[in-house]
């Protein structure tokens, strides 16, 4: 079976513009994960779904960042207004319902995105 | 003081030598905790996970807790050149963590094994 799938590999855009960056799950997994990872850094937690919903979404750092699940399967994460302190690896991760002890998450290879 | 943190690095050992990474957590009741392996342009791949305190092993992986001192460490016995990654400590922060898999990563040990 496919893993955690995403695209675009990379993504270069100039400041200020409106970027989209999709999230193709396992087939099945109810849980949903978006992490951004900065050159040398660990993960960053962004935001959690649970089916459709924004079960978490604490990690967002402002309101230019925003992302959807409408149907509990692909998520897409928005960004508006792209800064170049948003350039980094934008991971997204999927895992089965249940606790961390028998689910545990399975990462995609991430969108490169790079802010000119 | 960082939430996760862990040893700076880089680190490097001889092949078929002991690698020893280790990770200390802020969250004196956070419960779940897991070492992922990150080879350059890939994505985070779970190699252990452990709960409970002491030793558990998995082939030439040993992953140690220590709640009391709340600490984690990941031994690789037996390091192989393929084994040069940066490895990940990942915590779920909380008492109540168990219920969905939120990690908190630490910045990461790159690790090189020279033949």
């Known amino acids: 079976g496919a893993g955690v799938s995403q695209t675009p590999s990379n993504k270069v855009t100039e400041k200020g513009k409106y970027v989209e960056l999709r999230c193709d799950p396992i087939s099945g997994h109810t849980a949903l994960y978006w992490y951004r990872q900065s050159l040398g850094q660990g993960p960053e937690f962004l935001i959690y779904f649970q089916g459709t919903g924004a079960a978490d979404d604490s990690g967002l750092p402002n309101d230019r960042f925003f992302a959807v699940r409408p149907e509990g399967s692909v998520s897409t994460l928005k960004i508006q207004r792209t800064e170049r302190g948003d350039s980094a690896v934008y991971l997204c991760a999927s895992s089965g319902q249940g606790s961390s002890y028998n689910s545990p998450l399975h990462f995609g290879n991430g969108t490169r995105l790079t802010v000119t | 003081q960082k939430e996760v943190e862990q040893n700076s690095g880089p680190l490097s050992v001889p092949e078929g030598a002991i690698a020893s990474l280790n990770c200390t957590y802020s969250?004196?009741?956070?419960?779940?905790f897991f070492w992922y392996r990150q080879y350059s342009g890939k994505s985070p791949e779970l190699i252990m996970s452990?709960?409970?305190?002491g030793d558990k092993e998995d082939g030439r992986f040993t992953a140690q807790l220590n709640k009391a001192s709340q600490y984690v460490s990941l031994l690789i016995r037996d390091s192989q050149p393929s084994d040069s990654a940066t490895y990940l400590c990942a915590v779920i922060l909380g008492a109540g963590g168990t219920s969905y898999g939120k990690l908190t990563f630490g910045q990461g040990t790159i690790l090189t094994v020279h033949p």
């Open positions: 452990i709960y409970s305190n």
């Open positions: 969250d004196r009741v956070s419960q779940s």
